[in-house]
């Protein structure tokens, strides 16, 4: 409850663009051309690296929703009194955060300003949240050459578009740089996004004009059949104001069939 009104919390150790080229009209002409390519295309498929296995077809467009994770608004009144309590003894209250994982519920204690009923109906409330979907898109994976991969997604998530995924070294790479692999994730069920596990991966670069962070998180829940991604990047400047803070939650389903594609329409019948 240190951050209770922060329910999507983007540390992004959360235990915390390019749209497919169409080939040019020249080769829409040669039949034989496409079915070669075809064939390439489904014997790569079969080669998806390790960590879009079991969640995209690639060239499959997939519905999937943005969206966040929130209990009932019933909790807000409890979170007011812990507001309360944090501004009376903000070091006390800093220091009791620290040590509680980031978007878990802290541990009960009279000087936050609850009752032990009304902790214990904090945590009640808590174990209702709910994925609240705000944006409908499509993501599609599509492979390109050179042992690289691209997530393109519609909407707000074509963000991820600017990320490249390079199997060789496990590795994506945006605009500012190579994002590194981290720890796999392993979230704790009472946190924010609830039970999921998955890869995560981070850049981060500081320099005398600022300070730039990105990470970006894949996996799936391990208690509903969603898969998940988490996003976020961020740009200080060197006094410390925030100049960028991009935050996307993706979830998608698994095992369901694709987005349709476009109706052709039908002639008439005379």
């Known amino acids: 409850m240190g951050n209770l009104n922060n329910f999507i919390l983007w540390d992004c150790r959360l235990s915390s663009y390019s749209a497919a080229s169409s080939l040019p009209p020249r080769f829409m002409k040669f039949q034989a051309t496409l079915a070669a390519i075809a064939s390439f295309t489904i014997a790569h498929s079969a080669e998806v690296p390790k960590i879009f296995a079991g969640l995209f077809t690639p060239n499959t467009p997939m519905k999937a929703q943005i969206g966040l994770v929130l209990p009932p608004k019933e909790i807000n009144k409890f979170i007011a009194k812990v507001e309360v309590a944090a501004r009376k003894d ?89 994002l590194k692999r981290l720890d796999d994730i392993k979230a704790d069920p009472n946190g924010v996004l609830g039970a999921w596990s998955g890869k995560e991966w981070k850049f981060e670069e500081e320099t005398g004009l600022g300070k730039t962070k990105e990470n970006l998180a894949i996996g799936r829940y391990e208690d509903a059949p969603y898969g998940i991604i988490v996003y976020r990047a961020q740009e200080l400047s060197s006094e410390g104001s925030r100049l960028l803070d991009k935050s996307i939650m993706i979830r998608f389903p698994l095992g369901k069939a694709p987005a349709a594609k476009p109706a052709t329409a039908k002639p008439k019948k005379k």
């Open 90 to 178: 903000p070091k006390w209250f800093r220091e009791f955060s620290a040590s509680t994982a980031p978007g878990t519920p802290l541990p009960y204690d009279e000087r936050l300003g609850l009752t032990k009923e009304e902790y214990d109906e904090y945590l009640k409330l808590w174990a209702k949240r709910e994925f609240k979907g705000i944006e409908e898109i499509v993501l599609v994976l599509r492979e390109s050459p050179g042992d690289m991969w691209t997530l393109s997604g519609t909407g707000k998530a074509s963000t991820l578009t600017t990320l490249r995924y390079f199997a060789k070294d496990d590795s994506f790479r945006s605009p500012n740089g190579s």
